[in-house]
Nanobody, 125 residues
Protein backbone atom coordinates (compact mmCIF):
# COMPACT_ATOMS: atom_id res chain seq x y z
CA UNK A 1 0.00 0.00 0.00
CA UNK A 2 1.24 3.46 -0.88
CA UNK A 3 -0.12 6.77 0.36
CA UNK A 4 -0.20 9.99 -1.61
CA UNK A 5 -1.17 13.30 -0.06
CA UNK A 6 -2.50 16.20 -2.11
CA UNK A 7 -4.35 19.45 -1.74
CA UNK A 8 -1.66 21.70 -0.34
CA UNK A 9 -1.04 25.19 -1.59
CA UNK A 10 -0.78 28.85 -0.73
CA UNK A 11 -3.63 30.44 1.19
CA UNK A 12 -4.13 33.64 3.12
CA UNK A 13 -4.59 33.61 6.86
CA UNK A 14 -8.20 32.87 7.70
CA UNK A 15 -8.66 30.75 4.60
CA UNK A 16 -9.32 27.05 4.17
CA UNK A 17 -7.79 24.05 2.48
CA UNK A 18 -8.73 20.40 2.29
CA UNK A 19 -5.98 17.85 2.15
CA UNK A 20 -6.58 14.38 0.77
CA UNK A 21 -4.55 11.23 1.12
CA UNK A 22 -5.32 8.32 -1.16
CA UNK A 23 -4.10 4.78 -0.84
CA UNK A 24 -3.05 2.74 -3.82
CA UNK A 25 -2.03 -0.87 -4.13
CA UNK A 26 -4.32 -2.01 -1.38
CA UNK A 27 -6.83 -0.95 1.17
CA UNK A 28 -6.36 0.84 4.46
CA UNK A 29 -9.85 0.34 5.78
CA UNK A 30 -8.54 -1.60 8.80
CA UNK A 31 -5.86 0.91 9.71
CA UNK A 32 -5.86 3.99 11.86
CA UNK A 33 -4.77 7.02 9.89
CA UNK A 34 -3.06 10.21 10.89
CA UNK A 35 -1.86 13.56 9.69
CA UNK A 36 1.45 15.01 10.79
CA UNK A 37 3.25 18.19 9.81
CA UNK A 38 6.77 19.48 9.76
CA UNK A 39 7.78 23.11 9.56
CA UNK A 40 11.33 24.07 8.55
CA UNK A 41 13.80 23.42 11.35
CA UNK A 42 11.30 21.60 13.54
CA UNK A 43 10.40 18.03 14.38
CA UNK A 44 7.51 16.34 12.64
CA UNK A 45 4.49 16.78 14.87
CA UNK A 46 1.17 15.08 15.26
CA UNK A 47 -1.88 16.94 13.92
CA UNK A 48 -4.85 14.58 13.83
CA UNK A 49 -5.76 10.91 13.83
CA UNK A 50 -8.81 8.79 13.10
CA UNK A 51 -9.59 5.18 13.99
CA UNK A 52 -10.30 2.52 11.37
CA UNK A 53 -14.08 3.11 11.45
CA UNK A 54 -13.98 6.85 12.01
CA UNK A 55 -15.41 6.50 15.47
CA UNK A 56 -12.50 8.05 17.31
CA UNK A 57 -10.54 11.18 16.45
CA UNK A 58 -7.84 13.13 18.27
CA UNK A 59 -6.29 16.49 17.50
CA UNK A 60 -3.33 18.48 18.68
CA UNK A 61 -4.59 21.36 20.81
CA UNK A 62 -3.44 24.02 18.38
CA UNK A 63 -5.85 22.84 15.66
CA UNK A 64 -8.88 21.84 17.71
CA UNK A 65 -12.00 23.56 16.45
CA UNK A 66 -10.31 24.47 13.16
CA UNK A 67 -9.28 21.16 11.58
CA UNK A 68 -11.40 18.08 10.95
CA UNK A 69 -10.12 14.66 9.99
CA UNK A 70 -12.41 12.25 8.16
CA UNK A 71 -12.15 9.16 6.04
CA UNK A 72 -13.97 7.36 3.26
CA UNK A 73 -12.97 3.71 3.36
CA UNK A 74 -14.84 2.99 0.14
CA UNK A 75 -12.57 5.47 -1.63
CA UNK A 76 -9.45 4.56 0.36
CA UNK A 77 -9.06 8.22 1.20
CA UNK A 78 -8.52 10.26 4.34
CA UNK A 79 -9.12 14.00 4.50
CA UNK A 80 -8.01 16.91 6.60
CA UNK A 81 -10.30 19.92 6.38
CA UNK A 82 -8.38 22.95 7.58
CA UNK A 83 -10.29 26.14 8.35
CA UNK A 84 -9.26 29.48 9.80
CA UNK A 85 -5.70 28.81 8.81
CA UNK A 86 -2.89 30.68 10.55
CA UNK A 87 0.67 31.40 9.44
CA UNK A 88 1.90 28.98 12.09
CA UNK A 89 0.09 26.18 10.25
CA UNK A 90 2.64 26.51 7.46
CA UNK A 91 4.37 23.16 7.05
CA UNK A 92 4.69 20.07 4.94
CA UNK A 93 1.77 17.83 5.84
CA UNK A 94 2.14 14.05 5.81
CA UNK A 95 -0.45 11.33 6.00
CA UNK A 96 0.35 8.05 7.68
CA UNK A 97 -1.21 4.68 8.39
CA UNK A 98 -0.88 2.58 11.50
CA UNK A 99 -0.95 -1.13 10.70
CA UNK A 100 0.18 -2.29 14.12
CA UNK A 101 -2.53 -1.14 16.52
CA UNK A 102 -5.60 -2.97 15.22
CA UNK A 103 -7.13 0.20 13.86
CA UNK A 104 -6.91 2.21 17.06
CA UNK A 105 -6.14 5.89 16.69
CA UNK A 106 -2.84 7.12 18.07
CA UNK A 107 -1.18 10.48 18.56
CA UNK A 108 2.30 8.95 18.62
CA UNK A 109 4.50 9.07 15.58
CA UNK A 110 5.97 5.68 16.48
CA UNK A 111 2.57 4.04 15.99
CA UNK A 112 2.63 4.75 12.26
CA UNK A 113 4.57 2.48 9.94
CA UNK A 114 3.42 3.64 6.51
CA UNK A 115 4.01 7.19 5.35
CA UNK A 116 3.12 9.14 2.26
CA UNK A 117 5.03 11.95 0.65
CA UNK A 118 4.06 15.29 2.03
CA UNK A 119 2.16 18.19 0.61
CA UNK A 120 3.18 21.77 1.34
CA UNK A 121 0.76 24.17 2.99
CA UNK A 122 1.79 27.81 3.11
CA UNK A 123 -0.33 30.33 4.98
CA UNK A 124 0.47 33.96 4.34
CA UNK A 125 -0.26 36.70 6.85
Amino acid sequence: VQLQASGGGLVQAGGSLRLSCAASGGTFSRYALGWFRQAPGTEREFVATISWNGGTTYYVDSVKGRFTISRDNAKNTVYLQMNTLKPEDTAVYYCAASRIRNGLASTKRSAYDLWGKGTLVTVSS
